[in-house]
Nanobody, 122 residues
Framework: QVQLVESGGGLVQAGGSLRLSCAASGLTFSSYVMGWFRQAPGKEREFVARIMWSGGSTYYTPSVKGRFTISRDNAKNMVFLQMNSLKPEDTAVYYC???????????????WGQGTQVTVSS
């Protein structure tokens, strides 16, 4: 049974930082592309960042590029999202997800965590 469990969310002031973690189990972690997505109230879930199987390639949505960094530790079956210079518009529930394809297409992600809330106050 595949499980993805996010942690690290919380309330932070604008300009602050948070580090999200996602622990994976029940899958061959190094065989999966890992992605972070977010969903703000009243909005559709959107792609944030992804990282290739080996961690050698990453991709970000333009609104977070230069502020967020995705990384992974295949030995520990974990993926991280370091978020700096946070803005109120980053407020959302953040989800980690796993895909067999290197893509930002939400439909290609087979496994999802339960999400962690990030709230950025102005």
């Amino acid at each position: 049974q595949v499980q993805l469990v996010e942690s690290g969310g919380g309330l932070v002031q604008a300009g602050g930082s948070l580090r999200l973690s996602c622990a994976a189990s029940g899958l061959t972690f190094s065989s999966y592309v890992m992605g972070w997505f977010r969903q703000a109230p009243g909005k559709e879930r959107e792609f944030v960042a992804r990282i290739m199987w080996s961690g050698g390639s990453t991709y970000y949505t333009p609104s977070v590029k230069g502020r967020f960094t995705i990384s992974r530790d295949n030995a520990k079956n974990m993926v991280f999202l370091q978020m700096n210079s946070l803005k109120p518009e980053d407020t959302a529930v953040y989800y980690c997800a796993a895909s067999e394809a290197y893509t930002g297409d939400i439909k290609e992600y087979n496994y999802w965590g339960q999400g962690t809330q990030v709230t950025v106050s102005s």
